[in-house]
Structures are given as C-alpha cells and as structure tokens.
C-alpha cells in the first residue's frame, strides 16, 4: 500500500533485508518515517511494510484531524480576540469624539470668545450700527 506522500522501499544490505516507510516532504526531498532493519528474508520485509504502512498512514490520519481541529480553535480564538479589540476600538473612537463635541458645546455655552466675561455686548453694539 502506497499513496503520493507515503512510499515503502525494501532494500537488501548484505544477508539482511531493511524495509522502509518514506515521506515525500517535497518535490525533491524524501524523508523516512518509520525502517525495520535485520529482517531475514525479501518477503518478510515487504510485509512488515504491508502491515506498518496502514498503520501508519491510520496513525497520520488522526493526528492531521487533531492538528486540524486544534488550529481551527485556535483561530476561532484569535478571531474572538480580534472581534473584542475592533470593539474596543470603536467604542474608545466613540467616547473621544462625544467627549470633544461635549467640550466644543460647553465652550460656547460658556461665551469662550470673552464678550460676556467683559460686559460688552456685541449685538447691541451691532445694532446700533444699523441705526445711523
């Protein structure tokens, strides 16, 4: 049994048989998972491939489904934290700018430009203009 990342070799060194589990890593390296060295004979060794291969592809397999799950809790948390910080955000933006327009409403309530403060009344002074 053999997939596109998972390969087995069976190598003769000497008398004795390696049998091999080999891992595609990329285009052009390989890596090998899992070897039985010292087996006795060709047949023996093809099937201690046989019967480690779907077990250990079985094994992959799980914890791939782990691994993913685990990732996607991950970035469900990290999207909570991210949804939490935008909120933060706007809700900080938002006090800023009612705390600014509650400034700029008491500073003319107030008669920041002076004339109330020095008696002067600006309008009637105004007005007087148009009467002449």
């Avoid at 019967?51 to 791939?64: H, L, P, S, V, Y």
């Avoid at 685990?70 to 909570?80: A, D, S, T």
């Amino acid at each position: 049994m053999s997939s596109n990342k998972y390969q087995s070799e069976v190598v003769q060194d000497g008398d004795n048989w390696t049998a091999r589990i080999t891992r595609q890593v990329t285009s052009r390296k390989s890596h090998v998972s899992k070897q039985q060295e010292g087996l006795a004979s060709e047949s023996e060794a093809n099937a201690w491939v046989e019967t480690n291969m779907a077990e250990f592809i079985n094994t992959q397999k799980g914890a791939n489904t782990r691994q993913g799950s685990n990732r996607k809790e991950q970035e469900e948390i990290k999207r909570q934290r991210s949804a939490r910080r935008a909120e933060k955000t706007e809700i900080a933006k938002r006090e800023k700018k009612e705390s600014e327009l509650a400034k700029q409403g008491s500073d003319k309530g107030s008669g920041s430009d002076g004339d109330s403060e020095s008696g002067f009344d600006f309008e009637a002074e105004f007005d007087s203009f148009d009467d002449d």
